[in-house]
């Protein structure tokens, strides 16, 4: 029994954050949000340098075949640096999709040099989500699609030769469209019924891990600010942060963060192993994130004054990221609802030690 | 990252199991701020001890098991599946015992740690007083050195068992000119003394949970003085992080309660469900349950790494806090209007339950001061 990180996860972690540290500071950050196509390229090239593009890739293919746990991890560095979606729905969840199909060989072949290489993006349509991340710029788009019988079918698609319309994001990182429902061939089919069905709901609860870790990373960044803001800031001849009505509401929100991060990371393990509680252990990390997250930008922005109002703060980046999240592959709803689903069950994870077997 | 309990962890637990469901008593015993309940628990502590259970992370020739933080968490999680009973004797164990541990003479160790491990000693806790609460460096009760001996005056206040326990443990000063958490003594005072009052103080639940102690010229030995004159204060602090951040609330006790809740909202779901806010209610109290257990299990795993306890001392405390009332709040609301009769059987636990959350984040440092503790320790913010 060890629920702690080995010193290689730790050791990946903090380099992973050094290089986001220096390459995707605030004012480039604010550029993409600012830019019309909402991505830089020259950032993806780098994160591929730094091999981050690689790290789900089976080390086959060129990669170094990372796990869900070293993933938690990372996870929360691209949300502590607001890391826009493409990155992670491509180099961890749509790498991860391919990987356990093992119908998807030549796709395999086909995408993940790329995909590790930096030089391939892809994007995830799945029922659960209205809108489709980064359908935009994708090389290949993995649609989990409901065909004419109403059987659930994985189709492997394109992106040449598929309308899709835009629909804009308060997040301005995230590029959002609807793609054409036009009825698909057997031709880009992978998987149809409960084969489909079963890597639709193995692929939810991978990002649903890769949301909440962002979700917890985006409220330390949050935190952090305000706790710089709240120190410098003078009113009264002394720092805000001096003042108790201040700190309390930042403790608040390290209470939160400190425990919703080991629900992670149980989450994390649970995909990762296949355990039978994963769905609820997973839905329950969304949760904790979520509201870690959200508390956390409540807090930030009160703690921020009408500062934290404005456009030019950047703030409001990591709030926006954290609002939009909160609903992004299952909003509370979906995710409250499985949750009660597993607990009121006759076998129900109840108890001491319960979520630990 | 690794969940599997080694062997030898699950032959504990095995043990564990075995002798509790041997031993606990099969009735549940009276509350313990009852002269009947309180001799009732003793005497289930005594039992406890002669299995070696009752305090497991003690070395074994003070009376425990020499067990590892893991193996804690394991003795634990049996004691709360089993519904065992409370243990009546924490402060001591818990506050004093590693003080002693770490700043008793071999002579104090010898003479007070095997008598606390059996419960022969109950010990009351002698911290606060009518000026000093959260503001506990404002300590006024003075033990001034006369040869030998320290002669006490003054008063304390909230000693939680103070009415039927013997002995007392507490801050007094000892340099008269000395100012907030200077000129300090840590002093073992035996509550048969002469000089010594005990004003039973009657708590929310109508029993005496906790009393007022006056000392009037009471003379203790310089012997039963812990860490050298005028360092109370550090010797006090240097295990409170720790004794109170993780082992006074186990996480199976919440997630125990957690449990009792689901089975309490299936039972009545068709009323509970009229509102909404219940079934949420029921959902956060089960995830903060795990999500505790789980900081739990992580920061054991870091300690046995040679980490130190940080910021988990404060926030456990608001958390584990918070949860338990929130968890008896929506047990009182499913029950609805049978809440308050106190003598039914499904209503008593949570109804005594609900009385006792309300002082959670009271005592052991207000909430308050434990987010300002985090706010400048942990965030670095300035004081205020």
Redesign the interface.
């Known amino acids: 029994?060890?629920?702690?990180?080995?010193e290689d996860?730790v050791a990946l972690r903090d380099s992973v954050s050094r290089f986001l540290m220096n390459e995707a500071a605030p004012e480039l950050l604010r550029e993409i949000w600012e830019t019309g196509g909402g991505r830089a390229p020259e950032l993806r090239s780098k994160f591929a340098e730094q091999g981050v593009t690689a790290l789900s890739v089976p080390e086959a293919y060129g990669g170094l075949g990372l796990a869900d746990?070293d993933w938690a991890l990372i996870t929360e560095e691209l949300g502590y640096y607001a890391i826009p979606d493409s990155l992670a729905d491509t180099v961890y969840v749509a790498t991860g999709l391919l990987c356990a199909v093992p119908e998807a060989e030549a796709l395999r072949e086909q995408w993940l040099p790329g995909i590790a290489a930096g030089t391939t993006r892809v994007s995830i349509e799945h029922p659960v989500n209205p809108w489709v991340a980064d359908a935009h710029m994708a090389d290949l788009i993995l649609a989990f699609r409901a065909g004419a019988d109403g059987v659930l079918e994985l189709h492997a698609l394109p992106r040449a030769g598929l309308e899709h319309a835009a629909t804009s994001s308060i997040d301005g990182s995230r590029r959002l469209s609807i793609l054409a429902q036009q009825p698909l061939g057997a031709s880009t089919r992978l998987l149809a019924g409960e084969a489909a069905q079963a890597v639709a709901d193995a692929t939810l609860d991978r990002a649903t891990v890769a949301v909440a870790g962002q979700l917890v990373g985006l409220a330390q960044r949050m935190?952090d600010l305000s706790?710089d803001y709240?120190?410098q800031r003078k009113q009264f001849g002394?720092?805000i942060?001096?003042?108790?009505a201040?700190?309390?509401h930042?403790?608040?929100v390290?209470?939160r963060i400190?425990?919703?991060?080991?629900?992670l990371?149980?989450a994390a393990?649970a995909l990762q192993r296949g355990d039978r509680n994963r769905g609820a252990l997973i839905s329950?990390a969304k949760?904790?994130c979520a509201e870690a997250a959200w508390i956390a930008a409540r807090k930030g922005i009160q703690v921020h004054g009408a500062s934290g109002y404005t456009w030019e703060v950047d703030l409001q980046m990591f709030m926006k990221r954290a609002w939009v999240l909160d609903a992004a592959w299952g909003d509370r709803g979906f995710h409250?609802a499985r949750?009660?689903e597993a607990?009121?069950r006759a076998d129900?994870p109840?108890?001491?030690?319960?979520?630990?077997? | 990252m690794d969940l599997d309990f080694t062997p030898q962890q699950q032959a504990f637990r095995a043990e564990v199991r075995a002798w509790l469901r041997d031993n606990v008593p099969t009735a549940p015993l009276e509350s313990y701020d009852t002269r009947e309940g309180f001799e009732q628990h003793r005497a289930w502590e005594a039992k406890l001890a002669e299995g070696g259970y009752s305090s497991v992370i003690w070395p074994k020739e003070l009376g425990g098991r020499g067990a590892n933080l893991i193996e804690w968490l394991i003795f634990e999680e049996e004691y709360h599946a089993i519904d065992a009973p409370m243990r009546v004797n924490q402060n001591g164990i818990l506050l004093l015992g590693p003080t002693l541990m770490e700043f008793g003479t071999p002579e104090q160790k010898a003479r007070f740690l095997p008598r606390m491990a059996r419960c022969d000693d109950m010990w009351a806790q002698g911290w606060s007083e009518p000026n000093a609460g959260s503001d506990m460096a404002n300590i006024a009760s003075r033990a001034i050195r006369d040869g030998e001996e320290y002669v006490i005056n003054g008063q304390k206040i909230w000693s939680t068992r103070a009415v039927f326990a013997n002995w007392l443990f507490g801050l007094f000063r000892s340099d008269p000119q000395s100012a907030r958490h200077h000129g300090l003594s840590y002093l073992l005072v035996p509550l048969d003394a002469e000089g010594i009052t005990i004003r039973p103080i009657v708590a929310l639940n109508g029993k005496q949970a906790f009393a007022e102690v006056f000392f009037d010229d009471v003379r203790v030995s310089v012997a039963n003085r812990i860490g050298e004159e005028g360092q109370g204060w550090n010797v006090a602090m240097a295990t409170a992080g720790f004794e109170r951040g993780l082992l006074l609330r186990s996480p199976a006790r919440f997630q125990r309660t957690a449990q009792r809740l689901v089975d309490l909202y299936r039972r009545h779901q068709a009323s509970a469900d009229r509102d909404p806010s219940i079934r949420e209610g029921v959902l956060k109290a089960w995830m903060d349950a795990e999500a505790y257990n789980l900081a739990s299990y992580h920061t054991v795993g870091r300690l046995l790494k040679g980490g130190r306890i940080g910021a988990e001392a404060s926030t456990n405390k608001i958390f584990w806090s918070e949860l338990d009332l929130q968890m008896h709040e929506t047990a009182m609301r499913i029950l609805g209007p049978r809440a308050e009769l106190i003598d039914d059987p499904e209503v008593h636990d949570w109804l005594e339950g609900f009385l006792f959350a309300q002082a959670g984040p009271i005592y052991a440092g207000s909430n308050e001061i434990q987010r300002n503790i985090i706010a400048e320790r942990v965030l670095g913010l300035p004081k205020s």
Request: charged share 15%; aromatic share 12%.
């Open positions: 029994m060890d629920f702690t990180f080995n996860q746990v935190l706790v709240a120190a002394r720092p942060g001096s003042f108790q201040v700190k309390h930042l403790a608040d390290l209470t400190e425990f919703a991060r080991p629900v990371y149980r393990l329950h949760l904790a409250k949750l009660a607990l009121l129900a109840l108890g001491p030690a319960a979520t630990l077997y």
